[in-house]
């Protein structure tokens, strides 16, 4: 019941464009009732309360991340500091800027995460790409170079952090083999999506005064550092990155306030929290709690663990079984099935960088991107472009699956599997 739940969920959230039911109620009422069956299945009160509550602290920790993040990029928006990427662009070719944004994507995920790198650089392509459709194309592609630019960093993704701060790889393992299979996994739906991006840009620059050029250059440095500073905090506390970024938040606010108190009454309605705030998307924010509730109550109920000793059964190769274990990280969130996939093998087994576990960070970090619903980077820009479940599966799950392989089969060459 509980697998059936969650199946019939996310397929009235794929089926959004025919049902014109918004997919965050769909998602809310998914994960709730997932909670529900779980209290039926037979599982004590208290059990399934110390359960939940457990599972609420994960989630928290992700919305809280994606709310600070959110704020900062639009408090860094209110400000124009995304006019100064807007201005450095000195190219109108479109496919030429697709590629530099991809490109950015992909190395800033490395020290950022997917998700903060995703919010990021989809509020720049806002600026910048005026046709609706265009703007889908460019959301997918940074979607995928972020989930592929956290693989090769141990700070990059939280899966690749759970590999790394549970000893299973090292810094320079994991960048050494998983680089060029991560590239590899982004160069091919770049390139066979950036054919339908044609033509230049029809960009107005803005045209602003010494004073707030200043000010737009000093936010947009201000908030980008503060959205660095989190990975390094994390590095040195060891707290959570909702920490982080709750303590760059304020901040960011902070200075914002500071900024704020030097401009007149109508440009300060413009940029204070209080404008800012109502410009976070709630609704995504309300679809992430929804979808990560669903997820949570599969590993509760041991659907997840399951499901991993179902593929060691199938093979003993480690490839391929990390290869499948990918795939469904599509469907399912890939934190709790690595968390499976760490507790079903042991390091006494599987030593620190085995191929086991660089396979394991490459397949999970990439998989995701399979399904627009595949990653918090996806289901995040989902909410900011309107990106369609099923335009997505049309459009790029086929290049991004062939993208998948072949960075799949680089990896094999190189760690000789």
Known sequence: MLVLAFVLGYLLIALEEFTKINKTSIALITGVVCWIILYFSGISTDVLQHELINQLGEIGGILFFLLGAMTIVELIDAHDGFNLIVQLIKTKNKKIILLIICTLSFFLSALLDNLTTTIVFISIVHKIIRDPKEKIIFASLIVIAANAGGVWSPIGDVTTTMLWMGNQITTSSIIRHTFIASAVSVLIPL??????????LELDRPISSK????????????GLGALLF?????????LPPFMGILLA??????????????????ERNQTSIDAVLKKIDTPSILFFLGILLAVSALS????LMSFSKILSNLTTNTSYITMMLGLSSALVDNVPLMAAAQNMYDLSIYPTDHTL???LAYTTGTGGSLLIIGSAAGIAAMGLTKINFFWYLRNVTLWALLGYISGWLILSM???S
Request: aromatic content about 16%; glycine content about 12%.
């Open 191 to 200: 390139i066979a999506l950036s054919f339908k991006v044609k033509g230049t």
């Open 211 to 222: 004073a707030q050029s200043k000010n737009a250059g000093f936010f947009f440095f201000t």
């Open 230 to 238: 989190v990975p390094l905090f994390k590095s040195i506390t060891g």
């Open 249 to 266: 938040l304020g901040v960011v606010w902070l200075v914002s306030e500071l900024i704020d108190k030097t401009k007149d009454e109508e």
């Open 300 to 303: 509760s109920g041991g659907v």
């Open 357 to 359: 576990w660089l396979f």
């Open 414 to 416: 190189t760690l000789g």
